[in-house]
């Protein structure tokens, strides 16, 4: 719609904002659509394919609700992205008390573990693409067949 576009131009121009939408919601892209059933393509796959989808289906939105809870925010320079400081995520998702096992094995989240320390100590924000590289790291040996 031209005059969200044109809302957004002068919002991000003029005022120094990072908007992605002035009035349209639609204009902001969603990640993952809801495909909550596989019943369609399970009757043409074996089981333990069937399984590994929804294992990674799982990790996939454990791991986006960790990333949205710390409330990433565009990065300055950037606005088709967004961050969150490195040393939050680390403590969302292995800190004391964490709710996000983000349906990994203990050796696969020691993995991320030591990623996500890693990455504290050389970078203070990090992208979700950044954090579900250092998750696919991790899930390698189990789905990387």
């Not at 969603?30 to 069937?50: C, F, G, H, M, W």
């Not at 040393?87 to 094995?105: A, N, P, W």
């Amino acid at each position: 719609t031209m005059i969200d576009r044109l809302g957004v131009t002068v919002a991000n121009s003029i005022f120094r904002k990072r908007w992605l939408y002035f009035i349209d919601k639609g204009m902001c892209a969603k990640a993952y659509r809801d495909t909550s059933s596989l019943s369609v393509i399970e009757r043409q796959l074996p089981n333990a394919s069937v399984r590994s989808i929804r294992a990674a289906r799982k990790i996939a939105i454990d791991a986006e609700k960790a990333f949205q809870e710390c409330k990433p925010d565009f990065p300055l320079d950037h606005w088709h992205w967004r961050e969150v400081k490195t040393e939050t995520l680390e403590s969302k998702v292995t800190g004391q008390g964490s709710k996000f096992g983000i349906g990994l094995s203990e050796e696969e989240f020691q993995i991320l573990k030591e990623r996500l320390n890693w990455a504290k100590k050389r970078m203070e924000y990090m992208s979700y693409n950044r954090f579900c590289l250092f998750i696919g790291e991790a899930v390698h040996k189990r789905f990387g067949h």
